[in-house]
């Protein structure tokens, strides 16, 4: 069974500044698709950004992009220029054909003022 | 444009009570997915329907029924609630066969067993 993980619960960001959310997954698959998600208090899930496996660039969305390391299994979000709206509860999620998104355990970030 | 519309938005039940939580989707998507959301614990598959006619288990099904009554309707029973199912409960939607632009969300369903 795939697994995404997580490994930061909570993290913290001055406005202005960057910062990095981690992730990392286990599959056996070669052709999957990775996203991060964000919740804000409304509990809406916002997708913020995908990348294709088969694809070695580096997706990017405005201030948002991601390092996607394949051999490592890691795919990481970068909030440049945070901004009070950034706020919010980020999810990490993984699909490939035959199952369906599996979502990782979330990361609460905090953006001070 | 709605996307994905839940009902109710909160539920507050006692232990033993039944209820349905309705989803609906108006972007003719074939699958359609209830997931819930817990602290620490990300967002778990509860079942899903591939298509209209089909549903199947997902993680966490024990406790859950789901009906596909259409295209766009997918419910989720739970027939006797337990302190356990306190949770927010998602339903979502996606185009089979078009993997990979993620699914689209309803605003979620508030739900206390006490």
């Known amino acids: 069974a795939q697994t995404v993980t997580q490994s930061q619960p909570e993290m913290s960001v001055q406005e202005a500044e960057t910062v990095t959310l981690s992730c990392t997954y286990d599959?056996?698959?070669?052709?999957?698709?990775l996203f991060w998600y964000k919740q804000p208090p409304s509990r809406q899930m916002i997708l913020v950004i995908r990348?294709?496996?088969?694809?070695?660039q580096n997706a990017t969305e405005n201030r948002f992009s991601v390092n996607f390391q394949k051999a490592a299994k890691s795919f990481s979000l970068k909030i440049s220029d945070s901004q009070l709206g950034d706020a919010a509860m980020y999810f990490c999620?993984?699909?490939?054909?035959?199952?369906?998104?599996?979502f990782g355990e979330g990361t609460q970030l905090t953006v001070n003022p | 444009n709605a996307g994905v519309t839940q009902t109710p938005k909160f539920q507050v039940l006692k232990t033993g009570q039944s209820m349905t939580l309705q989803c609906a989707q108006d972007?003719?998507?074939?699958?359609m997915y209830w997931y819930r959301q817990d602290p620490g614990m990300g967002l778990r598959l509860i079942y899903y329907?591939?298509?209209?006619?089909?549903?199947d288990k997902g993680e966490v099904p024990n406790g859950y029924n789901v009906s596909r009554l259409n295209k766009r309707e997918f419910s989720l029973r739970l027939e006797s609630a337990a302190p356990s199912q306190t949770s927010v409960y998602f339903c979502?939607?996606?185009?089979?066969?078009?993997?990979?632009?993620?699914?689209?969300f309803g605003s979620g369903t508030r739900l206390t067993v006490v």
């Open positions: 979502a939607s996606s185009d089979w066969g078009w993997m990979g632009y993620g699914y689209t």
């Open positions: 599959t056996s698959e070669s052709d999957y698709y």
């Open positions: 990348q294709e496996a088969y694809k070695q």
């Open positions: 999620a993984y699909e490939t054909s035959g199952s369906r998104l599996t």
């Open positions: 972007m003719n998507h074939n699958s």
């Open positions: 329907s591939a298509s209209e006619g089909t549903t």
